[in-house]
């Protein structure tokens, strides 16, 4: 049973303080496991990702067949039927569209001091994508992760990817193709993160590594980090609904197990103005676990970590929402917009009842990577942003020299950094002994 | 001696991975002492942050003298000299200036569909600046790292910094209340990080850290990443010039050092296309070196990591410095801003030879934490940006759910993913029934 809360009863606060912190995932420790894989590949480059794919994918490849070739890429997508096509193509132009407008704009002025100041954005010269195997390789995260890299400007954009007994989605192959993926190979956990880190004979090396995997790959992820830039190591998926009972319970329902359905350590909480309401939300959530096909996975999912609290109105589930911070938050009020003005951290908000979370999962445009376990507190989700960098850019002359540099000097030398000041004082000397050209 | 190398000779490219490569810091393995210390501080909270600072900085606190009170901030800013005190404040101004053009906007648009799309930036509630003790007790980073949150709109933002022994710098006080610090406790270290991130009876957790420190801070940091923001690791400072013969070789020698007088592990190269001009640089660094107050520490760094490479013309410097994606860029020829078209990986770029990096240090108005060890590869120095968050926003009407709803639906199912499907179909069967209302 999902845990029922009102916060109007004693020991809420205590309550709510636990299900906050609630732990969800077991940390399995691969460290030493993952240390001694990416060592290998360090050290035999391909021979070590070829041993290693055999153990582990049971698939037997050579330097030539580690990527899929531009025939086997074209036969797999050969596959894919029309719908499934025109749907995946929609979403990539619909997300591209989105992220077209977060590109950031470049700027440089000039101050009164003469000075000019200002920034430049430049993308990262190669992303890495890794893509997990089996059931949870989603070609809706090929096109979430890579179309912001291509819309970036990314030059070199590749895929690592399992592909175990050699069995591959041809959904994914065909995402890669729709967003700018210039090469997919058929190599899979830390051994893939290790190869896109440091490079092999076959596999060259990339800036920025992004995707989510396995434990082995999280840890491995979290090895190279600083060698290359990695985007956030993802927890499991939450869903926050905030409604009033103006809605029909079983579309909340079913929104609440579209993130139970993920994972078993998935979190899903309702939170509500009308008790009577969370009930009938409850019991539609349990009506449709009796034929859902995930239930060996959303029953346990909403059983140990779902939660039903009911609060006396919308201002105080804003005010819970915000120490939840949750990854993924419906509004299904009749005013979602002016709710949403009260929402401080929260990952993605949804709003209004006619905007189920699935619909940001795949069509909607924005981004379906995100900040998990409480971390919309201090970061955001995927975006162009991950994939460019930014460029400070100065440039003083004579003049701006000689009224900003003295204070540039006092504070070196407050600092003891001489040389500091001795970089500004040989400059401002010339200028005194009025030998300043330009 | 630095190393002299010239790209037209044979074993320049070997040579040059090399300098790429090169170790220059020795990883000191301080995890399972920063473990225990956080541990503990999440344990006992103040009894242990007081014990450990008794311990490392021969400080007795209690829970109430942890944070500096207005009267001793007071005392202390008192002892600040005129011309100090109005250095530090046209640096605040300037920075300050510089990280409001920063502020991201927030977008929000109609798509033909009628769905509204867009994103919302909002601050971090609390940061935590981490401010060394000694030597590197810079009031200037104060600045860097304090204003960008200030601006961001960052509501509670803490300084820990260790006073060993009870010695403060007035300057770093000055900088805090010029920046809109709320509180300065006396903490230092790993415990000082640690309070940071879980809070203590006294010291309210932070959702975001920032700022340098040593190793037991670093490996701190590391640790506590996911239950909070931080920023980079910071590796040794990094400075590259780029500098025709048309140079004072003194001006050039005296920017190599303002980086070489930092650490030991500092790396400065001068990159020219006129190999004479290289070696009356060099002669010009030993001529400073004899009086540098800090000849101790820039001599190592710049005989054991420096180096003067000779290219063949300054498109072939372009290249070889977005190899190294240098922390620090200065461009000392006659056309700096052509030259900068060609870099594509720099935290900072110092336009002209009237630009001395220092400028950037203090005044100039960009931030100087900036990414080390090649990491401008894949990041930017620290903004307004590191202080906010993005949330995305969809709101769907009936009509646009009718045009999209469908392909959302498909592509769930080909995820297998029911309940994802399932939402989206509750609404469109409703649609279709004829049901819809707004």
Known sequence: ??????????????????????????????????????????ARGDAAVIELTSRFDRL????????????????????????????LELAAERIRAYHARQMPQDARWTEPTGAELGWRWTPVSAAGLYVPGGLASYPSSVLMNAIPAQ???VERLVICAPTPDGVVNPLVLLAASLSGVDTVYRVGGAQAIAALAYGTETIAPVDKITGPGNAFVAAAKRRV?????IDMIAGPSEILVIADRDNDPDWIAVDLLSQAEHDESAQSILITDDAAFGQAV????????????????????????????TVRDLAEAAELSNRIAPEH???????????????THAGAIFLGAWTPEAIGDYIGGPNHVLPTAR????????????FVKRTTLAKMTPAALAEIGPAAERLAISESLEAH?????ARLDRLNRGEAAE
Do not use: N, Y
């Open 1 to 42: 049973m999902p845990l029922f809360l009102s916060s109007a009863e004693a020991g809420f606060e205590a309550a709510f303080a636990q299900l906050l912190t609630m732990k969800r995932e077991d940390a399995v420790d691969v460290d030493d496991t993952v240390a001694g894989i990416i060592a290998d590949v360090r």
């Open 60 to 87: 037997t490849l050579t330097p030539q067949t580690l990527a899929f070739s531009a025939e086997e890429i074209a036969a797999e997508i050969a596959k894919v039927s029309e719908e499934d096509r025109a749907a």
């Open 151 to 153: 819309v970036a400007g």
């Open 225 to 229: 980090f600083g060698r290359v830039g």
């Open 282 to 309: 409850a019991a539609a959530v349990e009506a449709r676990l009796e034929t859902l096909e995930r239930r060996a996975i959303a029953g346990p999912s909403w059983r140990d970590f779902g939660a039903v609290i």
């Open 329 to 343: 938050l419906e509004l299904c009020v009749a005013d979602p917009d002016g709710l949403a003005e009260h929402i």
């Open 375 to 386: 971390s919309a507190r201090f970061s955001s989700g995927l975006s162009v942003m991950d």
């Open 421 to 425: 000041g001795l970089s500004v004082r």
